[in-house]
């Protein structure tokens, strides 16, 4: 796994921000599927598993570009010392955690760290 410096999280932000979108379109249009063919009060398994490869599919382009999916639409990336953090739909890198923390322990960037 890469290990990035905070200038290198926020170049990918923006083909993040591109690849997230697009998830979110295909995730509305097979919501919209699903909520005109639901039968009898539950989705239909083909359907589920639409929503399935939207989710794997994001996740693969994520990690394609060297960074970590770690929840719907939440993105770290490896900083040595924890990760920083991304989530759609934030405009840039403005949060980390430790390794160990996760998403609740995320904290503001240090202003020391921003340039």
């Known amino acids: 796994m890469p290990v990035f410096d905070l200038a290198a ?3 990918l932000v923006p083909q993040l921000r591109a690849i ?3 998830a979110l379109r295909e995730w509305a ?3 919209a599927r699903i909520e005109a063919a639901v039968d009898g009060g539950a989705p239909r398994p083909d359907a589920e598993r639409a929503l399935e490869r939207i989710v794997l ?3 693969r382009r994520v ?3 060297g960074a970590v999916a770690k929840g ?3 993105v770290d990336f490896d900083n040595g010392d924890g990760y920083y953090c991304w ?3 934030e405009t840039t890198v403005e949060y980390c ?3 160990h923390e996760g998403f609740a322990g995320r904290r503001p960037i240090a202003p020391e760290s921003l340039n």
Do not use: S
């Open 87 to 89: 989530r759609y739909p």
């Open 72 to 74: 719907l639409w939440l």
């Open 57 to 59: 599919e994001w996740t």
């Open 97 to 99: 955690h430790g390794h």
């Open 9 to 11: 999280a926020r170049r």
């Open 63 to 65: 990690t394609d570009l």
């Open 29 to 31: 249009a097979c919501e």
């Open 20 to 22: 997230t979108e697009a």
